[in-house]
Nanobody
Framework: QVQLVESGGGSVQAGGSLRLSCAAS????????MGWYRQAPGKQRELVAR???????NYADPVKGRFTISRDNAKNTVDLLVNGLKPEDTAVYYC?????????WGQGTQVTVSS
């Protein structure tokens, strides 16, 4: 059974930074890709950043240049460094793992940005 546990969320002022971390039970190399999604109140869950098994990355347009996703296959973690936070970045951030048998999700971590 796959477990994904996020950490690192919090409340920051605009312009601040956070490092979100996702720890997986077992090797993350078994997943085709891993990613971070977010869901703001009243909105649909959306992709923020994604990294493939090979290390290729893609980002949602609103976060390009501010967010950086990385993975550590030895530690089975995927991090999201978020810089230059804006109030519109406020959301619950979820870790996602893609596999041929389906997707797995963490429980989410709250990020709140005040102006």
């Amino acid at each position: 059974q796959v477990q994904l546990v996020e950490s690192g969320g919090g409340s920051v002022q605009a312009g601040g930074s956070l490092r979100l971390s996702c720890a997986a039970s077992g090797s993350i190399f078994r997943f085709n890709a891993m990613g971070w999604y977010r869901q703001a109140p009243g909105k649909q869950r959306e992709l923020v950043a994604r990294i493939t098994r090979g290390g290729s990355t893609n980002y949602a347009d609103p976060v390009k240049g501010r967010f950086t996703i990385s993975r550590d296959n030895a530690k089975n973690t995927v991090d999201l460094l978020v810089n230059g936070l804006k109030p519109e970045d406020t959301a619950v951030y979820y870790c996602n793992a893609e596999s041929y048998s389906g997707d797995y999700w963490g429980q989410g971590t709250q990020v709140t940005v005040s102006s």
